[in-house]
């Protein structure tokens, strides 16, 4: 390669830093370094409403975590910034007017009412969902008034509506797109922010990419970008997009599943390492076939034309295995530093001690009660089985009940203390038509496996998000097998 190999990764700051991410950082992270060129992150935060802060932080730390340091980004800079589309809107307004006024791209102001009654008869008529280009034959001299006197809109694409559109992957060679299948995709929303599509495409340009690699997902997207490329009259980048993770079933990897929040895999101790070689192995393979292979092994033989399609299975029970094989080559010392700086700290024992020292007498006390606070999964003793049923519920009502407070109450908060969790978990009675009384101590057995602990909340936060999700599934599971 005779250019400079730039590479990036763009996660959106909206949950937890997912395993995915991961997945798709490597082989840009890889492919830079093997031809000293650099890696760039990119925080993709035009989602108003989803994007948070806390969330951001997490991505930045499992990727540290990980080692996949990035040259240019938010928290370090660089000469492209800045890196968080919500500080760059200017640039895409300036670029969306660029596209208006070459007939790439039109105001369309249609109303959301009308966009409605749209798809309702495009599904009875067993049509093609997507936008009709009502607005595309608007005269730009009317349309700019409209837009000039404050008229909501927003800013589509014209797509052509003829022919195909023929695009170039790195691995799957050329694909061909019917024109007439493809929407004419919203650049700028009606809150003057962009899609993920202009302030991509537009980002990439600027900061100097040349490869993009990501997940298959965005296949679709491609001919909406090469357009966009071809209308500003940019070089496209090469175009790379890795198979997806998978299920056991195939079905994309998901958090009912599989574990998906890199946290998770930290919290449970599995190694940066081991990690890194299980995902590189979801989509590639060294020239001598070995599994079991470093970083740097991965940096001096990576060629993305030897990635594997086909639908990678993440096996956690390979992983697993993986990983104990690295555990078992580390010298005693080595291991003591990571479940020290990792799992068990001195700032982790001292969130523990205020709040079991009061109720032990003896240092010796300390590791019994305070055994639930290092455990991984727990077991449920017939007695705390009984205790997980929610007051007036059967087991399988319990279980439900659960799912419900964890998928729609605590995987999405991300400030993740006593301070924040009560006052969610309340509201959750609330939805149920619970007293708090009646889902407290069920949610007690299930975090800790005992009816008697220190404050509910302020042991949730000590413990921490990925391990109360953790041993609450484990509750469902449980309660699911119970009669």
């Known amino acids: 390669m005779t250019e400079t190999v730039r590479t990036r990764i763009a996660p959106s700051p909206t949950g937890d830093p997912h395993v995915g991410t991961a997945y798709v950082a490597l082989f840009n992270y890889a492919l830079a370094r093997r031809h000293g060129g650099q890696f760039i992150l990119r925080i993709e935060d035009t989602d108003r409403q989803r994007s948070n802060a806390a969330s951001e932080r997490m991505i930045f730390e499992a990727l540290r975590w990980l080692g996949l340091e990035w040259d240019e980004g938010p928290d370090v800079g660089g000469p492209y910034g800045p890196y968080r589309q919500s500080e760059r809107s200017a640039i895409y307004r300036e670029h969306a007017e660029r ?3 070459s007939g790439a791209a039109y105001p369309c102001f249609c109303s959301a009412d009308r966009l409605k009654a749209l798809r309702a008869e495009q599904r009875a008529k067993k049509l093609p969902i997507g936008y009709d280009g009502h607005c595309r034959s608007i005269p730009p001299d009317e349309a700019r008034r409209r837009v000039e006197a404050g008229e909501p809109h927003v800013i589509r694409l014209a797509m052509p509506r003829e022919g195909e559109s023929v695009v170039h992957d790195l691995l799957r060679g050329e694909i061909r797109f019917a024109n007439a299948q493809i929407d004419d995709q919203i650049l700028i929303k009606s809150d003057g922010f962009p899609t993920y599509h202009l302030a991509n495409v537009v980002d990439d340009h600027l ?4 490869h993009v690699i990501r997940a298959e997902e965005w296949i679709s997207s491609l001919p909406k970008h090469v357009r966009l490329y071809e ?4 070089k496209p ?5 890795l198979p997806l993770l998978r299920n056991t079933d195939k079905s994309k990897i998901s958090k009912r599943k599989n574990p998906v929040s890199l946290n998770y895999y930290r919290r449970a101790g599995y190694l940066p390492e081991a990690l890194l070689n299980y995902l590189a192995l979801m989509g590639w393979t060294m020239p001598d076939e070995r599994e079991e292979f470093s970083l740097g092994e991965l940096i001096e033989n990576i060629d993305l034309t030897d990635i594997r399609l086909g639908g990678p299975v993440f096996d956690l029970t390979k992983l697993t295995w993986l990983n104990g094989r690295y555990l078992r080559r ?5 291991i003591l530093d990571r479940l020290r700086r990792d799992l068990y700290s001195d700032e982790y024992f001292l969130k523990i001690l205020p709040l079991v020292r009061e109720r032990i007498d003896t240092l010796e006390q300390f590791a019994e009660y305070s055994q639930f606070f290092f455990a991984g999964t727990l077991e449920y003793d017939e007695g705390a089985r009984n205790k997980l049923v929610v007051k007036g519920r059967t087991p399988p009502q ?9 998928e729609e109450s605590l995987d999405p908060l991300m400030e993740w203390d006593a301070a924040h969790l009560e006052p969610v978990v309340r509201t959750a009675c609330e939805k149920a038509g619970l007293t708090p009384k009646e ?3 069920p949610l007690r ?3 800790t496996g005992r009816p008697a602990t220190p404050p509910l909340f302020d042991t949730m936060e000590v413990l921490g998000k990925e391990t109360c999700r953790r041993r609450i599934r484990r509750a469902i599971e449980v309660l699911r097998s119970m009669k």
């Open 237 to 241: 980048p090469v175009f790379c997009h």
């Open 398 to 406: 319990a279980a439900k009940i659960f799912r419900i407070l964890l």
């Open 445 to 447: 057995v299930a975090v």
């Open 330 to 334: 580390m010298p005693p010392e080595e």
């Open 439 to 441: 889902l407290f101590m």
């Open 99 to 101: 596209l208006i006024t």
């Open 207 to 210: 900061m100097g990419i040349t």
């Open 231 to 234: 209308a500003f009259g940019w």
